[in-house]
């Protein structure tokens, strides 16, 4: 009996000290296995994070970034191509524009100069006797022959006159225009319209389409 009770108890003591720390180290291993898990995230987290910030661009990204780069001076070099095509263009009007101003000026102050001559043309023709005019050599061959030689001689200035631009402007008829005629008088005309041109007294001169020398006339006069 002494035997059977002795191993009896010899049995629990031994089995209470298996037990102990058996459950001493799963209760480790509990809190092990709570706590690593943090610690490896934690780690691999900023490892990662390292990695990301230390890792080199790749051979794609820097030529994704030349490329891009590039289009932008294109961009820029266009833009400037384009506005000096505008600028030579517009320099290239704007001379055309002076030169002919310089043109048209220089034959301005020529034409000027020659309005003198044919003035004495009119003063020449404007002698002649209206006899001769209507009943022509019968009346008086040499005078006749001056005056036609006379009128041709008008006749071919003038239209070399008109080659150049320069145009006689007779405006017997037509409404005053202050910007190409000069009123000399003013008589009222009750068979003519008010501000209508009756008499020419100095025939105007136009080059270009633009006046030189305005009429000199005599308008009708309103009520």
Known sequence: MLNIATFATRSARSAFRIQMPCASLSGLGAVRST???F?????SDAK???KTETEPKSELDQCLEKLETKE??????????VRSIADFRNLQE???REIQKAKDFALQKFSKDLLESVDNFDRALTVIPEE???QGASYNKELHDLYEGIKMTQNVFEKTLAKHGI?????MGEVFDPNVHEATFEIPQPDKEPGTVFFVQQVGFSLNNRCVRPAKVGIVKGE
């Open 132 to 134: 001769l005019k209507t």
């Open 94 to 96: 704007t001379t055309k």
């Open 167 to 171: 145009v006689k402007v007779n405006p």
């Open 35 to 37: 706590v690593a898990p």
């Open 72 to 81: 932008k001076e294109v961009a820029e070099l266009k833009d400037k191509f």
């Open 48 to 50: 990662a994070e390292e």
């Open 39 to 43: 610690n490896a995230r934690f780690y």
